[in-house]
């Protein structure tokens, strides 16, 4: 008998002529947290697609708990007991948080749904797994965080002995993370193996007994996290020696250029100052809820506020469409890439010429030839690896739809912009570029303010970092102040902390 | 290829890996899918052959180019709705109202100004529909389908529920007669089509209508004022509504209040089988003709095999659910490469 719970054994698939895996190996023990660490594209999704019966392999062998598997559909790999949580979360929107952790046996057996156990079940479910969560909750209203945490707590309550995680903490914040790596080792103590899949490094070594590396569709190397460092997965996943992920905080601070000035939104922000200098790269951190994207949504016209004002360049600006704030150079590169920041569907150079078509267009007339010329030109700028600039956007990995709607803002040529979780999703490379485009724009005089759950993110990349708690700016800190505690002991609610 | 900072740059990323796999793809079916709304309207050319020796008469052929060309009109209005994730119910009963308010209008103003009136008069109810859906946020099944027995009912009341009669020699011949062996109307549908290609292919606004029904968040996001495009698209639904209303006239002499009912259907049917999503995003003008001539050609094969007009609505039914089933095969070739 063997002690693994999945082996891996010379695992081919192809797409087309493309080989996203080759010849692959992989070797989970039972009851361990085995991380898999690659950049978008290495193969670690395809991988796992094949482990839930999505994709059907070409060649290798798989075997589960000893015995060798050929899924064909995602139900044969339920019925071995993997369970899988996608980056993406495929929550019903519309149904309660009950429903939906129930969704394929909503009658328990029988034909008629009784409420009370069903929510009392999911009830017991949630507080087992110390979710807060009111059970009856409709989905569509929890914050992304939350839904992660009802899609976790259906995973968990079928009989999973494999629960195989995508990037499962890009969406939440600190204490968040806490309770999931908590439910981990809970897990872990009864034997569920857990593949766990993420780009954020410090996590893994937290968590995972042992780390898989991927490039490339092969596999690298087997690390111990006990007895390698950081910058071994990151060497082996890039293929050379990454110096630092972040730009020196070298640009110049001119006048302040950008201000809010008490803003309020009814329950939701109270009185909120800011100021972001020319060249000056300010953070907003806080936890999910706290009020970080709603400030977002106010200056870019998505929501409307009841008192306060927005002042750029020393004049108040009245912002309420999006197309207000493009007009004013103030640029949005929102939460959600897939759903707000990117038509995906839609080429590459539509994407990048879609907020100021009126530059590669005369009398409403698109003119075919400026537009490729722009698109290949912000193409270089950016980095951007792709096939042909009209191909759509969902054929790029995470990193390059990122940077092609980074694209989009460049073209438009804002002096403010607003970057809302830039890194969600996006490998360590592709992460050190963003940084750097964000950076060159800060050189340029632009300012900038970023909003991300990540605090290593904010403290290496931003000047000045304002906190945010339960729709208020609790702190200020920059310069040697900017640690994680500091940030932490400001971005939780007082209440809590006590 | 371009040097990256991430070190990856001798392999292939991911987004190159989707493109050329996108290459790569190069089979018979897949090509038989991809151009699937012409290799059907051929397929029908032959069957129709072996069905009728009467199809390839030039009478007939006729016929049916002279048919199609209020379906095909009303169908390329119609496929702009339609990009944006809309719908337009209006369609038929607003042919009607411009049909009713030529012939009512012609004796007092004259030929143009019955076109005229004609054409103020299905754009304004476009106008009204786009009002709603844009900015009232009245979903657009709702908002045209109410529009829809309004018109109507206007037609109604306005001809006291009878065909009003059109005296005007001119506009009458308009509908039968003929320029180069071809008919007159069917210039009409041309002159549309390459209108409506133009848009969809060259214009900011063409860009945009695709863009709102692909993902109409991440257009507003952009700064899109989505909304005065979403009421566009609606105004030049009624405006080909109107076109095809006035040519319908020509053929038949008369303003009908009870022209085109049930006409929604054949063109969203056209439109559909033309390849076009109900959801919006995609669509194509090329194709949404050739769905109104395969609908035309249906109707005109099965009138010829002297099949009644009750069977044939069975069998066009029929053939929009293949059509629909084709085109979600389709989808899922493309998606499994």
């Known amino acids: 008998m063997t002690n693994y719970a999945i082996e891996i054994r010379g695992v081919e698939k192809n797409f087309g002529g493309i080989r996203a895996l080759s010849n692959f190996n992989l070797k989970v023990e039972k009851g361990t947290v085995h991380a898999i660490c690659g950049e978008n594209g290495a193969g670690k999704s395809t991988l796992m697609k ?38 993406e979360l495929a929550l019903s929107p519309d149904l309660s948080v009950a429903e939906n952790i129930f969704l394929d046996d909503l009658g328990q057996g029988g034909q008629t749904v009784n409420w009370k156990e069903i929510n009392d079940k999911a009830g017991r479910l949630l507080t087992s797994f110390g979710f807060p969560i009111d059970p009856k909750k409709r989905v569509g209203d929890l914050s992304v965080a939350y839904q992660q945490m009802v899609e976790i707590t259906k995973s968990l309550a079928k009989d999973v002995s494999i629960l195989i995680l995508d990037e499962p903490t890009a969406v939440l914040a600190g204490p968040e993370i806490e309770i999931l790596f908590s439910n981990l080792r809970m897990l872990k103590a009864k034997g569920v193996t857990i593949l766990y899949i993420s780009h954020r490094l410090e996590e893994i070594f937290r968590i995972a007994d042992a780390i898989t590396v991927v490039k490339d569709g092969v596999t690298v190397t087997d690390l111990d996290p006990k007895t390698c460092t950081e910058k071994d997965v990151v060497t082996a996943m890039v293929g050379r020696e990454l110096k630092s992920l972040y730009p020196p905080k070298d640009t110049k601070l001119g006048d302040v250029h950008f201000e809010i000035r008490h803003l309020t939104r009814r329950g939701v922000l109270d009185d909120i100052n800011l100021t972001v200098r020319k060249g000056e790269i300010v953070g907003l951190a806080g936890l999910v809820g706290s009020g970080r994207t709603e400030i977002a949504e106010c200056i870019f016209g998505i929501a409307s506020y009841q008192k306060g004002e927005i002042l750029k360049a020393g004049q108040p600006v009245r912002v309420s469409h999006p197309a207000d704030a493009v007009r004013q150079g103030i640029g949005l590169v929102p939460e959600d890439r897939k759903r707000q920041g990117a038509v995906l569907a839609m080429g590459i150079d539509e994407n990048m010429t879609m907020s100021k078509l009126s530059g590669v267009s005369k009398l409403g007339v698109i003119r075919h030839g400026q537009e490729t010329s722009l698109a290949a030109s912000l193409k270089d700028k950016l980095r951007i690896k792709l096939g042909r600039l009209t191909d759509p956007v969902s054929s790029l990995s995470g990193g390059n739809q990122q940077k092609v709607v980074l694209a989009k803002w460049l073209n438009v040529g804002c002096d403010f912009l607003v970057f809302d979780e830039p890194t969600r999703g996006v490998d360590v490379g592709a992460k050190s570029e963003i940084y750097n485009i964000i950076h060159g724009l800060a050189e340029e005089g632009c300012a900038l303010l970023v909003i991300s759950s990540e605090l290593v993110e904010l403290i290496g990349l931003c000047h000045r970092v304002y906190v945010m708690s339960e729709g208020h700016v609790t702190g200020e800190l920059s310069g040697d102040q900017l640690t994680e505690p500091a940030i932490m002991s400001l971005a939780i609610p007082k209440r809590m902390a006590s | 290829m371009n040097a990256s900072a991430s070190g990856a740059a001798s392999t292939p990323s991911a987004g190159q890996g989707a493109a050329s796999a996108k290459q790569g793809r190069f089979s018979i079916v897949g090509l038989l899918l991809e151009h699937s709304t012409f290799v059907v309207f051929i397929l029908m050319l032959i069957v129709a052959m072996m069905l009728s020796d009467r199809f390839y008469s030039v009478t007939n052929l006729t016929n049916i180019l002279r048919q199609s060309v209020p379906l095909g009109v009303v169908s390329l209005g119609l496929l702009f709705v339609i990009l944006t994730g809309g719908i337009d119910l209006s369609v038929g009963s607003l042919m009607a109202l411009v049909s009713v308010t030529v012939a009512l209008v012609m004796p007092g103003y004259g030929l143009w100004g019955a076109i005229l009136a004609g054409l103020v008069a299905g754009t304004l109810c476009g106008v009204i529909s786009g009002t709603l859906v844009a900015y009232f946020r009245i979903a657009p099944f709702i908002a045209t389908l109410a529009i829809m027995t309004v018109a109507r009912g206007v037609a ?26 071809l008919p007159l109307t069917l210039y009409v549908l041309i002159a549309c089509f390459a209108i409506a290609l133009f848009i969809y292919k060259k214009t ?49 002499g008369v303003g009908s209040p009870i022209l085109a009912i049930g006409f929604e259907l054949d063109a969203i049917a056209a439109v559909v089988v033309g390849g076009a999503s109900l959801s919006g995003g995609r669509g194509k003008v090329f194709n949404t003709i050739i769905g109104a001539l395969i609908l035309s050609v249906i109707s005109n094969i099965m009138n010829l095999m002297n099949i009644p007009g009750y069977h044939q609505q069975i069998v066009k039914g029929v053939i929009i659910i293949l059509a629909v089933m084709l085109e979600s095969l389709k989808l899922r070739y493309a998606s499994r490469s």
């Open chain 1, 50 to 87: 094949i482990l839930s019966g999505i994709y059907i392999k070409d060649g290798g062998t798989v075997v589960v708990h000893g015995e060798e598997v050929n899924f064909t559909n995602p139900q044969q790999s339920r019925a071995r007991g993997i369970g899988i949580v996608h980056q």
């Open chain 2, 156 to 181: 109604l009341v306005a001809s006291k529920g009878q065909p009003a009669f059109i005296d005007n020699v001119a506009f009458n011949d308009f509908g039968v007669n003929s320029l180069a062996g």
């Open chain 2, 204 to 252: 900011v606004f063409g860009r945009l209508v695709i863009s709102i029904g692909s993902n109409e968040i991440a257009t507003r996001f952009a700064g899109i004022r989505v909304e005065r495009y979403k009421f566009a698209v609606y105004a030049i639904s009624g405006f080909a509504c109107a076109v095809a209303g006035i040519v319908a006239s020509t053929r038949t």
